[in-house]
């Protein structure tokens, strides 16, 4: 039941939460940016490569869209310890994972380029590598926008798994209230307020990347 004294102790408590919902955009962005990083060239790979390394890239792709995300970061926290900072190992758990799906992103949309257009590059002598720099990739970049968009989204929600390895992102500052002593029948005015946040953050990114997606898209007729 709602109660008038937990909704003042929830937002007497706002600045703690939204010290959380900093960190949660940061881990978005840094998580991000990595599977990008990552994930571009293992689509470019899966699109142009070799048989080998196609494969091996294809396989890891297989293996890390395959694993529970909150597996991926104990591991990464507990068992190979790649680093004490709680920050950078959900980073690297959210990123490697985000590249596994950011790859299938651009290995579509790398696809989705008309061959006609690379056949136009080589005839008026660029090489393939030019070619696919500069025809092929810039058109592939602003075919992914909406599957970008998308990834965005479902990364922003799964920073809440940092919660296993205690980073104090929203969701664990959220603990953090009702588990002090006396606040336990603050839990429900604590995730509303949690899930507004996030409802905020979701719905604003959207807007942004729409936006976004319109002004780079393709003009209609412009692959006739």
Do not use: C
Request: proline share 3%; charged share 15%; hydrophobic share 50%.
């Amino acid at each position: 039941m709602l109660q008038a004294t937990d909704w003042a102790f929830v937002f007497g408590n706002l600045d703690y939460l939204l010290a959380g919902a900093v960190v949660t955009v940061g881990l978005t962005l840094t998580s991000l940016v990595l599977g990008f990083l990552v994930g571009f060239p293992a689509g470019a790979i899966e699109v142009y490569g070799n048989r080998l390394p196609k494969r091996a890239v294809a396989t890891a792709g297989v293996i890390l869209r395959g694993t529970p995300i909150v597996v991926i970061m104990l591991v990464l926290f507990f068992v190979v310890s790649i680093s004490q900072s709680a920050f950078i190992t959900a980073t690297v758990g959210l990123g490697l994972r985000s590249a596994a799906y950011q790859s299938q992103i651009f290995r579509g949309a790398l696809q989705s380029v008309d061959e006609g257009q690379m056949e136009a590059a080589r005839s008026i002598g660029m090489s393939r590598l030019e070619a696919i720099r500069h025809v092929v990739v810039p058109q592939a970049l602003r075919r992914s926008m909406p599957g970008f968009q998308n990834e965005f989204t479902i990364v922003l929600k799964d920073t809440s798994i940092a919660f296993a390895i205690g980073l104090a992102e929203l969701l664990t500052r959220g603990y953090d209230l009702f588990t002090q002593s006396g606040r336990s029948t603050a839990v429900l005015e604590v995730f509303l307020v949690i899930s507004a946040i996030y409802f905020v953050l979701t719905f604003g990114t959207n807007r942004a990347l729409d936006r976004l997606s319109e002004y780079y898209a393709i003009p209609t007729g412009e692959n006739a």
